[in-house]
């Protein structure tokens, strides 16, 4: 039995399809992104797998059960979207109230400690910083225990070390016992966390393989310099080359800059500029 | 068992997060006592003032408690992240609406209660302790139409909104059911109007209680009906939001 499974799920509102019969499952002691453009579907896939929302068609099973079931949702824990926290509770209070949900909750101490809440926990979750915030949202994801958990932009607004962390902690053996199913707009993020990715773009599943397959898919880096035409910023699959070549071809240049693409640039490389 | 200890967790939150709001704290539970301290209080000098007053003012507490723990609560929550995170949680979803109604219980019972303080310690209000069972029996039950129109504004109107909307009528519905000046001294529309307002039928079933109004029969038809008419427009507000958000 999965521990997440889709199956031809879809799923329109009104005209429009927002997912198009995706299929994929996720199996305990894995690690899987959701990796998609805004507005691919991801947030429809996460509400349905939450049990917010009805699938139109197809099916989704939450260790076996329905996520629609308060029981089947046992085995669940979730981060609240963006940082929508109720200011004048405290993170003590907002992770208790989410442990109290299940059968065997962690103690309460030992998930302050690992999401470094500890100093923090009887502060107004109002004073917090984003990233504070972002970590309490985690907390309330694994307080309870649960065998799935699902993590709805994990790192944004946390800094460069948090997030290292953060990555870190997750995929320590200790939750090895668990499936964990992230959202995320982060190429990076998705290579440095996830076992297995899975690409969704609108409402169709594009791509379900691992990091290292989909770098060798989505590796295009984005050189950027300012030439005789102004600023020009081309997306190439070999940035050395592009680069000998600029600099062999003797046209004037200054502001070189070599980088990583944002999702959305490797999202057009690939696809041939179809979004 | 395990759904009543969710209730007491769910309660718990609420109800902590409600008392940090003193925007909400002092007009639900100080308001009522402030103005049947300023307003009634020098008139309250005989018994049949005094019990008249204090039922007055008891109903305009509830009033003032049911539309803004429902109707500017609602319309706050709705929608909100942490709405739809408290949703995601193994927890069936009528507990949370279910903690609403000890939420408002708690502030009714505050705000009713510092009335009747008030009024046992500073005014000759007379009434035993039958009369008093009553009292909290009435207010629970002609309370149920005002929870509906609450359910109304908080699912009808945008969190923006229910605030001004459910402070409008909460004033003009309570001056003009006579909670404030008893309805012989109404100026001319509002007294032309008062018999149909709900405000008014909730404070006939309370003065029934002192024998100030021998309506209180009659005064529950009334309410009855009034509760009918909100639990059809709560109800028709609730699923077009439901299904807007959660299909």
């Given amino acids: ?275 | 068992m395990k759904v009543l200890t969710l209730l007491a967790v769910h309660a718990r939150l609420m109800l902590a997060e409600l008392l940090r709001a003193p925007g909400y704290v002092i007009p639900t539970v100080g308001f009522p006592a402030m103005f049947f301290t300023i307003f009634a209080m020098p008139y309250a000098h005989d018994t049949a003032t005094a019990d008249f007053e204090l039922l007055s003012y008891v109903a305009f507490a509830i009033i003032g408690v049911t539309l803004f723990q429902f109707g500017v609560g609602i319309a706050a929550e709705r929608g909100r992240p942490w709405d739809r995170y408290v949703r995601s949680l193994p927890a069936p979803p009528e507990v949370r609406f279910a903690a609403r109604i000890v939420a408002a219980l708690v502030f009714g019972i505050a705000a009713a209660g510092l009335v009747a303080i008030v009024a046992r310690i500073f005014t000759p209000v007379d009434l035993n302790a039958a009369q008093w069972m009553l009292l909290a029996f009435y207010a629970l039950l002609g309370g149920i139409p005002f929870v509906l129109f609450g359910i109304t504004i908080g699912y009808w109107t945008s969190a923006r909104a229910a605030l001004p909307i459910a402070n409008v009528c909460y004033l003009l519905l309570s001056f003009a059911g006579g909670l404030w000046l008893p309805p012989r001294m109404l100026p001319g529309v509002a007294a032309t109007i008062s018999p149909f307002l709900p405000t008014r039928q909730f404070a006939e079933l309370l003065w029934s209680i002192a024998g100030n109004s021998n309506n209180a029969l009659h005064a529950l038809g009334w309410l009855g009906y009034y509760a009918a008419f909100f639990a059809v427009l709560a109800s028709i507000g609730y699923h077009r939001d439901e299904q807007r958000r959660y299909a």
């Fill in chain 1, 1 to 275: 039995m999965s521990s997440i499974e889709f199956f031809d799920v879809r799923k329109s509102f009104g005209s429009v399809e927002a997912l198009c019969g995706i299929s994929f499952s996720v199996e305990t002691g894995e690690i899987v992104a959701l990796l998609g453009p805004n507005g691919a579907g991801k947030t429809t896939a996460i509400e349905i797998l939450l049990g917010l929302r009805r699938a139109d068609d197809g099916y989704v099973m939450l260790c076996g059960g329905s996520p629609r079931d308060a029981q089947a949702r046992m085995q669940l824990g979730a981060t609240p979207q963006e940082t929508g926290f109720p200011d004048a509770l405290t993170p003590r209070e907002v992770t208790a109230f989410a442990a109290a949900h299940y059968a065997n909750p962690l103690p309460i101490d030992e998930v302050f400690a690992s999401f470094d809440l500890t100093d923090i926990a009887d502060r107004r979750i109002g004073t917090l910083s984003g990233g504070q915030q972002r970590r309490v949202a985690l907390a309330l994801a694994f307080a309870g225990d649960p065998a799935v958990v699902v993590l709805d932009e994990p790192t944004t607004g946390l800094d460069v070390d948090s997030r290292r962390a953060l990555w870190s902690r997750l995929r320590s053996q200790e939750n090895r016992h668990r499936a964990v199913l992230f959202t995320t707009h982060y190429l990076e993020e998705a290579n440095a966390l996830a076992d297995r990715v899975l690409v969704l773009d609108r409402g169709e599943l594009t791509f379900d393989g691992t990091p290292r397959e989909l770098r060798e898919r989505f590796g295009a880096r984005r050189v950027e310099y300012v030439g005789p035409n102004g600023r020009t910023v081309i997306t190439t699959h070999d940035a050395d080359e592009y680069v000998r070549e600029l600099v062999h071809s003797g046209v004037p240049f200054q502001d070189l800059q070599v980088a990583a693409p944002s999702f959305e640039d490797a999202f057009l490389a690939v696809t041939g500029g179809s979004k």
